[in-house]
């Protein structure tokens, strides 16, 4: 079992940034870990994943180059730290995690989830 604790979403303006964190417990050796996020009235969209060993990372399209994936497997975390946020952002951000990065990327799955953490940014 894994349990996940996010952090660090709130309110910011257009053009600013956050970052997100979520602390693992529990098995996540050799897991992917990733974020998705979900907008009031819309389906749950994969954001990004990084991978256990190599620290591979893959995005969605509409946050290349804004967003960035990270880990600490020595600390059980990841983060995503978000710049250049825009309106469309605007989600409840949840944290992720999978034996299987295809899982996450492709499948737009994950065996373990966390609670979310709400992102608002205004215009």
């Known amino acids: 079992q894994v349990q996940l604790v996010e952090s660090g979403g709130g309110l910011v303006q257009a053009g600013g940034s956050l970052r997100l964190s979520c602390a693992a417990s529990?098995?996540?050796?050799?897991?992917?870990m990733g974020w998705f996020r979900q907008a009031p009235g819309k389906e749950r969209e994969f954001v990004a994943v990084?991978?256990?060993?190599?620290?591979?990372?893959y995005y969605a399209d509409s946050v290349k180059g804004r967003f960035t994936i990270s880990r600490d497997n020595a600390k059980n975390t990841v983060s995503l730290q978000m710049n250049s946020l825009r309106p469309e952002d605007t989600a409840v951000y949840y944290c992720?995690?999978?034996?299987?990065?295809?899982?996450?990327?492709?499948?737009?799955?994950?065996?373990?989830w966390g609670q979310g953490t709400q992102v608002t940014v205004s215009s």
């Open positions: 992720a995690v999978d034996q299987s990065v295809h899982t996450i990327v492709t499948l737009r799955r994950a065996n373990y």
């Open positions: 990084i991978t256990w060993k190599s620290y591979n990372t």
């Open positions: 529990g098995r996540t050796f050799s897991t992917a």
